[in-house]
């Protein structure tokens, strides 16, 4: 004969005992499978966390460069304004002066007689034009110019000599 085998009993409390255990390993492998998902995602945060700290830092550098980039194109920006402003003052000076001098050969050509020039009418002339001048802005550069010339045409030598 063969022996039996004592039967197991096993009553539903051990059952319960098993089932929660098997679920507390469970339990634990999904908490430590959390917690180093949590730590990589903690290395993760620190990484963007640098990454956008050093592009806000880039673009602050960014924006600075710009703003000085701005205030030199700025700056060239007037100084061009300038120059243009005095060159156009200095071509509208030059204008004056050559109509200036056309006024005076004018003059000289209206004052030619059959024989010679007519000082009088050639110095009525230059007196009138310089009442027409304009005594501001370029204009006003005509006085000096007509003033030359005229001592020049007549023989009168000049103050500065």
Request: proline residues 3%; glycine residues 6%.
């Amino acid at each position: 004969m063969v022996p039996e085998e004592p039967a197991l009993d096993v009553t539903g409390d051990e059952t319960r005992a098993q089932d929660l255990a098997t679920e507390l390993r469970a339990v634990q492998a999904r908490l430590e499978a959390a917690l180093a998902e949590a730590a990589s995602l903690k290395v993760l945060l620190a990484v963007r966390t640098h990454q956008h700290d050093q592009t806000w830092q880039a673009r602050q550098r960014l924006a600075a460069e710009c703003d000085a980039a701005g205030a030199q194109v700025a700056a060239l920006a007037a100084e061009r304004e300038a120059a243009a402003s005095r060159a156009a003052e200095a071509v509208a000076e030059a204008d004056e002066r050559a109509e200036a001098v056309r006024t005076v050969l004018g003059a000289v050509l209206a004052s030619i007689g059959a024989r010679a020039l007519d000082r009088r009418r050639f110095q009525d002339l230059i007196a009138r034009a310089g009442r027409e001048a304009p005594d501001h802005g370029p204009g006003a550069a005509r006085h000096a110019v007509l003033l030359t010339e005229a001592r020049r045409v007549l023989g009168i030598p000049s103050q500065g000599s």
